[in-house]
């Protein structure tokens, strides 16, 4: 077992580094002058010269990425060219936000949508089956963001039972430590203040709705689908013959096999979770990594693009490293092949 | 894995019952946990409470003088003050840190007397060397705090060429000697690069001090965490007289749609931005005040006066006549803006209001253009800028419009577009023929106008001045208003270049955005800037 899970971060090595490479590449010519950006519409032509030189960006591409590669061998992603602040510092103010959130929609989707696939593929052809499935349609389809602003309207504003953004009360005195919410404001409990944490956990309701809606559609419909091909198949017939109830066949048997599809499935989404979690952030003003990439994007923040993109990128390869681990738990013939 | 979905099963069910729990007790939005608020001196009523701001954006930096983004200004404003400062509301500058002020006979040295007894939050105390501290690690590359640049609106203001030293001729007067006579150089002083920082904290902190300012502001700062919020408390020393909120705290709430419905719900109070769609809604909304007003800015279509057929003034006189910008400002500012007809907004002292705008007159500008040798019309290309700006919130819509209205009086337009770094690139050499594009103010002087856009020494390219107009009337009357340090002298000149600007006209003026913030009913003296700052040191809370 360790040997494969070695063998597979070594085979990580190569992926990173395409991640990397094409990172460098697809930013170095994208259209567009940095120096532009950072000096205004109208800086003279000397000052663009000079900070160019400064930024290296002057220096033939090869030689830029040369340097490029050695920092990322330091985990060094540079400087902001907006705010001057090292880029990794940027990362950790504001990635805990995104993995908290994407945590809490992916429990949300991964919970109920097996829940939803399971007890669809069992009453297969039902009403049941087809309103959930008409549900998973519905999920897949709908915009996040109009999803987002009619959930807030109607839960915040008109029902008033959820925040309609941010991440806990701003009234509240609260200086976060991890910048993982319920970690931190956990320890309140004991103080006798469990506003704190009701609050974090109060606002994390809606957003991981919002967020989770998509990923619990798919992980739906894979159940399902994946839970019926089980179904039909001999050994689950055989434990049925031999007078096991049918709640035992179902969630002892058949699930545990049906689920191998869904565990790659729910890795995947929870991967695209973590970068595409820009539209939920913004709607409800959910300080994460998100907005701030795109934001860098739009300045050409060079540096911090790049960190952003690659530390993403290597989070969503960590976990298909762990899905495959998690695969090779519940089904050893894939560590042999 | 069937461990983990009971692990799963059971986070859940405790996320949903204490959700529910939650909901169910619904005090969280209703009443703000009070115990953690300062208790408010009872002296006065105004006294108390917390203001929460919500706008779009964070800060990038905190340090007046490295920044240049308005975000970043916001986040700087409540903690520092300037030597002069805007009166409010206005753009007219009144004494700050900075009692008095006396320039030299020969206008090359301005003395300031500061105002004693003022401390840092820091408990330092303000004098001649905080001010000296503050503009010489702008630029003199010898200074140690030089370093934590970059100082780019120093770079923007041409400050360089304006200064020669800053002394401190005792603890409480400084003089600012001066390459050249400036009359707006008193103005820049009351922008934000010019703030008053602490040099202890400056000499703690180093570059950091973009992350824990220190000035003798309002406010004191306290915290802030990235994309979320920045939290103040009442600076009691304010040399200003009463602060009355407890706390301030900016809150970021990217989506326009999301503050309002945060201000509507009263987890805000003030926002920033609206959408203009929702401003309706918001005016009739019971508890929710709106107030407006006309930005400092103008979006203008340059016609480039190097290039036939715009080097005729008939045409460009007809240009004004054909582009109906009443039809743009309903169609696309809706009611976040109004017509302009000067190169200058309305709440910039000097503007000319005697001048009246070209009519929409189809027939005027079809026999101008007659007169002009183009009966038939012409062939000629509009550049649309591809991205929103304060001033013009969507390029390629106003020119479709301006394309269909000037189709009517014979001129065929093609609307042409590139990325808006290469945008700017064509236009500073001239590449156009028409261009649109904009200005924003930032010392609320009309120098910073009229010169960057339209003098003949803005016209060497790369241009500030897009239409290439080189008029010596034009240019000799804001020289001279330049060097002149009588201010109704001054607006004469002004008002008589704003004369010339109508006649020869060299731009089609389009519009002037208006500014506005929804709030609470109960926020009390709160006044916007048109120079953009949002400035809560006399703001209160009705209870």
Same mark, same amino acid.
């Given at each position: 077992?360790?040997?494969?899970?070695?063998?597979?971060?070594?085979?990580?090595?190569?992926?990173?580094?395409?991640?990397?490479?094409?990172?460098?590449?697809?930013?170095?010519?994208?259209?567009?002058?940095?120096?532009?950006?950072?000096?205004?519409?109208?800086?003279?032509?000397?000052?663009?010269?000079?900070?160019?030189?400064?930024?290296?960006?002057?220096?033939?591409?090869?030689?830029?990425?040369?340097?490029?590669?050695?920092?990322?061998?330091?985990?060094?992603?540079?400087?902001?060219?907006?705010?001057?602040?090292?880029?990794?510092?940027?990362?950790?103010?504001?990635?805990?936000?995104?993995?908290?959130?994407?945590?809490?929609?992916?429990?949300?989707?991964?919970?109920?949508?097996?829940?939803?696939?399971?007890?669809?593929?069992?009453?297969?052809?039902?009403?049941?089956?087809?309103?959930?499935?008409?549900?998973?349609?519905?999920?897949?389809?709908?915009?996040?963001?109009?999803?987002?602003?009619?959930?807030?309207?109607?839960?915040?504003?008109?029902?008033?039972?959820?925040?309609?953004?941010?991440?806990?009360?701003?009234?509240?005195?609260?200086?976060?430590?991890?910048?993982?919410?319920?970690?931190?404001?956990?320890?309140?409990?004991?103080?006798?203040?469990?506003?704190?944490?009701?609050?974090?956990?109060?606002?994390?309701?809606?957003?991981?709705?919002?967020?989770?809606?998509?990923? &619990?559609?798919?992980?739906?419909?894979?159940?399902?689908?994946?839970?019926?091909?089980?179904?039909?198949?001999?050994?689950?017939?055989?434990?049925?013959?031999?007078?096991?109830?049918?709640?035992?066949?179902?969630?002892?048997?058949? &699930?545990?096999?049906?689920?191998?599809?869904?565990?790659?499935?729910?890795?995947?989404?929870?991967?695209?979770?973590?970068?595409?979690?820009?539209?939920?952030?913004?709607?409800?003003?959910?300080?994460?990594?998100?907005?701030?990439?795109?934001?860098?994007?739009?300045?050409?923040?060079?540096?911090?693009?790049?960190?952003?993109?690659?530390?993403?990128?290597?989070?969503?390869? &960590?976990?298909?490293?762990?899905?495959?681990?998690?695969?090779?738990?519940?089904?050893?013939?894939?560590?042999?092949? | 894995?069937?461990?983990?979905?009971?692990?799963?099963?059971?986070?859940?069910?405790?996320?949903?019952?204490?959700?529910?729990?939650?909901?169910?007790?619904?005090?969280?939005?209703?009443?703000?946990?009070?115990?953690?608020?300062?208790?408010?001196?009872?002296?006065?009523?105004?006294?108390?409470?917390?203001?929460?701001?919500?706008?779009?954006?964070?800060?990038?930096?905190?340090?007046?003088?490295?920044?240049?983004?308005?975000?970043?200004?916001?986040?700087?404003?409540?903690?520092?003050?300037?030597?002069?400062?805007?009166?409010?509301?206005?753009?007219?500058?009144?004494?700050?840190?900075?009692?008095?002020?006396?320039?030299?006979?020969?206008?090359?040295?301005?003395?300031?007397?500061?105002?004693?007894?003022?401390?840092?939050?820091?408990?330092?105390?303000?004098?001649?060397?905080?001010?000296?501290?503050?503009?010489?690690?702008?630029?003199?590359?010898?200074?140690?705090?030089?370093?934590?640049?970059?100082?780019?609106?120093?770079?923007?203001?041409?400050?360089?060429?304006?200064?020669?030293?800053?002394?401190?001729?005792?603890?409480?007067?400084?003089?600012?000697?001066?390459?050249?006579?400036?009359?707006?150089?008193?103005?820049?002083?009351?922008?934000?690069?010019?703030?008053?920082?602490?040099?202890?904290?400056?000499?703690?902190?180093?570059?950091?001090?973009?992350?824990?300012?220190?000035?003798?502001?309002?406010?004191?700062?306290?915290?802030?965490?990235?994309?979320?919020?920045?939290?103040?408390?009442?600076?009691?020393?304010?040399?200003?007289?009463?602060?009355?909120?407890?706390?301030?705290?900016?809150?970021?709430?990217?989506?326009?749609?999301?503050?309002?419905?945060?201000?509507?719900?009263?987890?805000?109070?003030?926002?920033?931005?609206?959408?203009?769609?929702?401003?309706?809604?918001?005016?009739?909304?019971?508890?929710?005040?709106?107030?407006?007003?006309?930005?400092?800015?103008?979006?203008?279509?340059?016609?480039?006066?190097?290039?036939?057929?715009?080097?005729?003034?008939?045409?460009?006189?007809?240009?004004?006549?054909?582009?109906?910008?009443?039809?743009?400002?309903?169609?696309?500012?809706?009611?976040?803006?109004?017509?302009?007809?000067?190169?200058?907004?309305?709440?910039?002292?000097?503007?000319?209001?005697?001048?009246?705008?070209?009519?929409?007159?189809?027939?005027?500008?079809?026999?101008?253009?007659?007169?002009?040798?183009?009966?038939?019309?012409?062939?000629?290309?509009?550049?649309?800028?591809?991205?929103?700006?304060?001033?013009?919130?969507?390029?390629?819509?106003?020119?479709?419009?301006?394309?269909?209205?000037?189709?009517?009086?014979?001129?065929?337009?093609?609307?042409?577009?590139?990325? %808006?770094?290469?945008?700017?690139?064509?236009?500073?050499?001239?590449?156009?023929?028409?261009?649109?594009?904009?200005?924003?103010?930032?010392?609320?002087?009309?120098?910073?106008?009229? %010169?960057?856009?339209?003098?003949?020494?803005?016209?060497?390219?790369?241009?500030?001045?897009?239409?290439? %107009?080189?008029?010596?009337?034009?240019?000799?009357?804001?020289?001279?208003?330049?060097?002149?340090?009588?201010?109704?002298?001054?607006?004469?000149?002004?008002?008589?270049?704003?004369?010339?600007?109508?006649?020869?006209?060299? %731009?089609?003026?389009?519009?002037?955005?208006?500014?506005?913030?929804?709030?609470?009913?109960?926020?009390?003296?709160?006044?916007?800037?048109?120079?953009?700052?949002?400035?809560?040191?006399?703001?209160?809370?009705?209870?």
């Amino acid at each position: 077992m360790i040997r494969y899970i070695l063998k597979r971060l070594v085979m990580l090595l190569p992926t990173l580094f395409g991640v990397v490479t094409l990172v460098f590449f697809m930013i170095a010519l994208s259209p567009g002058d940095p120096a532009r950006v950072m000096l205004g519409e109208r800086a003279s032509p000397e000052k663009l010269e000079k900070l160019r030189a400064d930024l290296g960006l002057d220096k033939p591409l090869i030689q830029q990425y040369g340097l490029y590669l050695k920092r990322i061998v330091h985990l060094d992603f540079g400087e902001s060219i907006k705010s001057g602040q090292d880029v990794m510092v940027e990362i950790k103010a504001r990635y805990p936000a995104t993995i908290e959130l994407a945590l809490c929609a992916m429990i949300f989707a991964t919970v109920l949508g097996v829940w939803i696939g399971v007890i669809s593929a069992t009453k297969k052809n039902t009403w049941i089956d087809y309103t959930s499935m008409v549900g998973a349609l519905f999920g897949v389809s709908m915009p996040v963001f109009w999803l987002a602003l009619v959930m807030i309207m109607i839960f915040s504003v008109q029902l008033n039972m959820f925040p309609t953004g941010g991440r806990i009360n701003m009234r509240l005195y609260f200086t976060p430590e991890t910048n993982f919410y319920l970690i931190d404001t956990f320890k309140y409990l004991f103080q006798g203040k469990p506003e704190y944490f009701r609050s974090a956990l109060h606002h994390l309701v809606l957003p991981s709705i919002a967020l989770g809606t998509i990923p &619990l559609a798919i992980i739906a419909r894979t159940t399902r689908s994946s839970m019926l091909e089980v179904l039909k198949q001999d050994y689950v017939k055989t434990v049925r013959s031999a007078g096991i109830k049918e709640r035992r066949v179902v969630f002892r048997y058949a &699930l545990r096999n049906a689920l191998l599809p869904v565990i790659t499935v729910i890795g995947l989404q929870f991967g695209m979770l973590l970068a595409g979690a820009l539209l939920t952030e913004t709607i409800f003003a959910w300080p994460g990594i998100g907005k701030w990439i795109y934001h860098a994007i739009a300045a050409r923040d060079y540096p911090a693009v790049q960190g952003g993109i690659i530390i993403i990128s290597t989070s969503f390869v &960590l976990i298909n490293l762990a899905v495959d681990v998690l695969y090779s738990v519940i089904n050893p013939k894939i560590r042999l092949q | 894995m069937k461990k983990l979905f009971k692990i799963s099963i059971v986070l859940l069910l405790v996320l949903s019952v204490a959700g529910l729990m939650i909901s169910c007790s619904k005090k969280e939005a209703a009443a703000p946990a009070k115990e953690t608020v300062a208790a408010a001196p009872v002296e006065d009523s105004k006294f108390g409470g917390v203001l929460v701001f919500g706008r779009s954006g964070d800060s990038v930096g905190l340090d007046p003088g490295r920044e240049t983004d308005g975000e970043s200004f916001y986040g700087s404003t409540p903690v520092y003050d300037t030597l002069v400062e805007f009166v409010p509301g206005e753009t007219a500058v009144r004494p700050a840190l900075a009692e008095s002020w006396s320039f030299a006979a020969d206008g090359l040295s301005v003395t300031f007397k500061l105002r004693k007894g003022v401390k840092f939050h820091d408990g330092t105390d303000f004098n001649a060397a905080a001010v000296v501290y503050s503009f010489e690690r702008q630029f003199k590359e010898d200074h140690p705090a030089y370093k934590n640049g970059p100082w780019k609106y120093w770079g923007y203001m041409g400050m360089s060429d304006i200064i020669d030293e800053v002394v401190a001729d005792d603890d409480f007067t400084v003089t600012f000697k001066l390459k050249v006579k400036e009359a707006p150089f008193i103005a820049n002083l009351a922008m934000d690069f010019a703030a008053i920082v602490s040099p202890t904290a400056g000499e703690k902190y180093g570059e950091d001090l973009a992350s824990n300012p220190v000035g003798t502001g309002p406010f004191k700062f306290v915290s802030w965490i990235k994309d979320d919020s920045i939290v103040y408390e009442r600076n009691d020393d304010f040399w200003g007289g009463d602060v009355y909120l407890d706390r301030l705290i900016l809150k970021v709430i990217p989506d326009a749609t999301a503050r309002w419905l945060s201000l509507k719900k009263g987890e805000v109070d003030v926002i920033d931005f609206p959408s203009p769609e929702d401003l309706e809604e918001m005016k009739s909304t019971e508890g929710i005040k709106v107030i407006q007003q006309a930005g400092l800015n103008v979006g203008y279509l340059a016609l480039n006066t190097e290039k036939a057929p715009y080097d005729n003034k008939k045409v460009r006189q007809a240009m004004n006549y054909a582009i109906d910008r009443s039809e743009i400002v309903a169609g696309v500012y809706g009611a976040a803006g109004q017509p302009a007809k000067n190169p200058l907004p309305p709440t910039m002292w000097s503007y000319n209001d005697d001048i009246k705008a070209y009519p929409y007159d189809p027939e005027m500008a079809k026999k101008l253009l007659a007169e002009a040798g183009y009966a038939d019309g012409f062939k000629t290309e509009i550049w649309a800028m591809p991205v929103a700006r304060p001033y013009n919130p969507n390029g390629k819509k106003v020119a479709e419009i301006m394309q269909a209205q000037l189709a009517k009086v014979g001129i065929e337009v093609e609307v042409i577009s590139y990325e %808006w770094g290469t945008y700017l690139d064509k236009l500073d050499y001239g590449e156009h023929q028409a261009a649109m594009l904009g200005w924003t103010g930032d010392n609320g002087d009309p120098d910073n106008f009229l %010169w960057v856009l339209l003098s003949s020494q803005a016209a060497e390219k790369p241009a500030g001045n897009i239409a290439f %107009w080189k008029n010596d009337e034009f240019t000799d009357l804001i020289g001279e208003a330049k060097q002149e340090m009588d201010v109704a002298k001054r607006t004469a000149l002004y008002e008589k270049a704003q004369v010339v600007f109508h006649e020869e006209a060299p %731009w089609v003026p389009i519009a002037h955005s208006v500014v506005s913030a929804p709030m609470k009913d109960s926020v009390q003296d709160f006044v916007l800037y048109p120079t953009g700052r949002r400035v809560f040191t006399k703001v209160w809370i009705k209870k």
